[in-house]
C-alpha cells in the first residue's frame, strides 16, 4: 500500500467524522455539549489532510533520493521536489491523467512509476521522446543520428567511498548538465530484462540502439555506468510519469546542496 492511498483513505475517513459531526451530530447534542473524543479529533484532521493531499497530489511531491543513479546531479539522501502538474494534471492514486499541460523534454529528470513495479518510483533523466532513435554505443549517445555534445569536465570525487570518476558535461535540449562515465567499464549492457517492445532495441558488445515507441520514453541516469535504466528495464510509458524534479530542499549531510539543479 503506497503513501498516496494511505493518505486518501485518511482523508475519506476523517471526511466523513467532519461531515457526520457538522451536519447530524452537532444537531442531535445538547447546547455546549463536547463531541466525542473520537470524532472530535478524526474531524479536526480534516482540513489538514485535506491541504497536504491536493498539494501532494496536484502542485508538488517530496521525494528522497536512494541510490547514486544520478550521481553527480543527485545524491543520495536529497530531498527533492516534484512538480505535479507540469506534465498534465492526474487522478492521484490511480495516476490517470485528465489535463494535458506540456510533455516531457529531453534533459528533464523526470520522476516515474517503475515499469516492472509501479509500486516503485524511480527517477532518470528523459533522453528519447516518442518516435526517437537513441543509440548507446561505446558510451557516445546519439539520438536521430546526431551525436550528443559531451566535453571532458574534470573528475568528480564520491564523498562515501573517496575515489574519482571522470566527469564530463553534457547538453540535452537547452540545459547542460554533468554525467559520470567510467572509462574502465564495459560497454555492452549487462542483464537485460524482457520488457514490453523489447524488439525496437538491438544489443551488441558496444552498447544499445532503440526506436522509442509512441506514447513512451527512454531514460538514463547521469551515473552511466551504475545506473538500471531504459537499456536494462525498457521504455517508460506515459501513463507512468509522476512528475518533473527541480529543486533540492535539503539533504542531512550537506546544506550547500539546497537549491535548484538542471
Known amino acids: 500500500m503506497n503513501f498516496a492511498l494511505i493518505l486518501f483513505l485518511l482523508l475519506v475517513a476523517s471526511g466523513v467524522l467532519w461531515f457526520f459531526d457538522r451536519f447530524h451530530a452537532r444537531k442531535r447534542r445538547a447546547a455546549n455539549a463536547p463531541a466525542p473524543w473520537w470524532v472530535e479529533y478524526g474531524a479536526s484532521f480534516f482540513p489538514v489532510i485535506l491541504v497536504v493531499f491536493g498539494l501532494r497530489s496536484f502542485i508538488v511531491e517530496p521525494f528522497k533520493i536512494p541510490s547514486g543513479s544520478m550521481i553527480p546531479t543527485l545524491l543520495v539522501g536529497d530531498f527533492i521536489l516534484v512538480n505535479k502538474w507540469t506534465y498534465g494534471i492526474r487522478l492521484p492514486v490511480i495516476n490517470k491523467k485528465i489535463i494535458d499541460v506540456n510533455l516531457p523534454q529531453r534533459g528533464d529528470v523526470m520522476v516515474f512509476r517503475y515499469p516492472a513495479d509501479p509500486s516503485l518510483d524511480y527517477i532518470k533523466r528523459v533522453v528519447g521522446l516518442p518516435g526517437d532513435r537513441v543509440e548507446y554505443l561505446n558510451k557516445r549517445l ?13 573528475s568528480y570525487l564520491h564523498p562515501d567511498r573517496l575515489y574519482y570518476s571522470p566527469q564530463f558535461s553534457e547538453k540535452l535540449g537547452a540545459a547542460e548538465h554533468s554525467v559520470l562515465i567510467e572509462r574502465d567499464a564495459p560497454a555492452f549492457v549487462p542483464q537485460v530484462m524482457n520488457f514490453p517492445q523489447r524488439e525496437n532495441c538491438t544489443y551488441t558488445s558496444s552498447g544499445v540502439a532503440c526506436t522509442v515507441p509512441p506514447g513512451h520514453y527512454f531514460v538514463l541516469g547521469d551515473n552511466r555506468d551504475a545506473s538500471a535504466d531504459s537499456r536494462v528495464w525498457g521504455f517508460v510509458p506515459e501513463e507512468n510519469i509522476v512528475g518533473k524534479a527541480f529543486f533540492i530542499w535539503f539533504n542531512f549531510n550537506d546544506m550547500k546542496r539546497i537549491g535548484g539543479f538542471h
Not at 546519439?142 to 574534470?154: F, L, P, Y
Open 142 to 154: 546519439t539520438i536521430n543520428g546526431e551525436a550528443v555534445a559531451i566535453a571532458e569536465a574534470g
